[in-house]
């Protein structure tokens, strides 16, 4: 059995924790030492509890913690080489526990397993993960400006999935604040998925297996979450997938412990 809880997620800070009896580890510290710690503790946890950091990839709202959670209180940083050159020398220059992976293969975090895989996204070499034990995956499917096949098809049968909902995309082209160019980031292939596409994932995923749904990194400008919402019931409507839990991982409010068995 494994347990999960996303702390927070979107586009000031993303952050989820993910235990068994034995291992606890956070993807993601997008938010404050001092706002992680908080958090942790709502969920009945404390960062010295914590086996490591997975980092999906080097932008601020994933790494805002690190230098407290890493420099200070030594956790170990499972990241690949590209995404530790760059957090090293912006965040980390003293930090010695560094556990490099190459994209794309697997590793063990006590009795955690995690697969990497590579996601198109506009940083040095971001990643999803599948983190599973005894059977059991839970994914995690943010920051990406398109579908791949290769990232469906690592988290298809996840019992759990974080997937990225970040924009409607007339609310993004209406949306005054925000000028052409970063419109064009969001919108490009290696931006950000809309609530149509992470709506059209569902299509491929196995979701006789799943049980919880996290819609994330929601922009709090170009999204609300009923319409994220309505978008994806109704493709896991069209699936006959009302069976899964299907919820917004807010921005400023930690989700309960859910349990995957
Ligand atoms: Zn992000
Ligand atoms: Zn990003």
């Not at 997620?9 to 030492?33: M, Y």
């Not at 895989?117 to 499917?141: E, I, K, N, R, T």
């Amino acid at each position: 059995m494994i347990r999960m809880a996303v702390l927070g997620s979107g586009s000031s800070g993303n952050c989820a924790v993910v235990e068994t009896e034995h291992a606890r580890i956070l993807v993601d510290a997008g938010f404050s030492g001092k706002q992680i710690r908080e958090r942790l503790s709502l969920l009945g946890r404390g960062i010295e509890d914590l086996d490591g950091i997975l980092l999906t990839h080097e932008h601020q709202d994933h790494c805002a913690g690190l230098a407290i959670l890493c420099e200070k209180y030594k956790i170990p940083l499972y990241c690949n080489k590209l995404t530790a050159g760059f957090v090293k020398s912006k965040w980390l220059p003293k930090f010695s526990e560094w556990r490099c992976f190459e994209t794309g293969s697997s590793f063990v975090v006590k009795d955690l397993t995690v697969q990497t895989f590579s996601v198109p996204h506009d940083a040095y070499d971001p990643v999803g993960f599948v983190v599973g034990a005894g059977g059991v995956q839970a994914g995690f499917l943010t920051d990406l400006g398109h579908v791949t096949r290769l990232a469906l098809d690592r988290v298809r049968l996840c019992r759990a999935l974080v997937l990225e909902a970040n924009h409607d995309p007339h609310l993004l082209q209406n949306d005054t604040k925000r000028p052409w160019a970063i419109k064009q980031r969001i919108l490009s292939r290696h931006g950000h998925l809309s609530n149509e596409a992470a709506s059209k994932a569902i299509e491929f995923l196995e979701t006789s297996e799943m049980s919880h749904l996290f819609l994330g990194h929601l922009s709090p400008d170009c999204n609300t979450p009923d319409l994220a919402l309505e978008s994806v019931r109704q493709a896991l409507g069209q699936k006959n997938a009302t069976h899964v839990h299907l919820e917004v991982a807010k921005q400023d409010k930690v989700s309960g412990w859910i349990e995957l068995f």
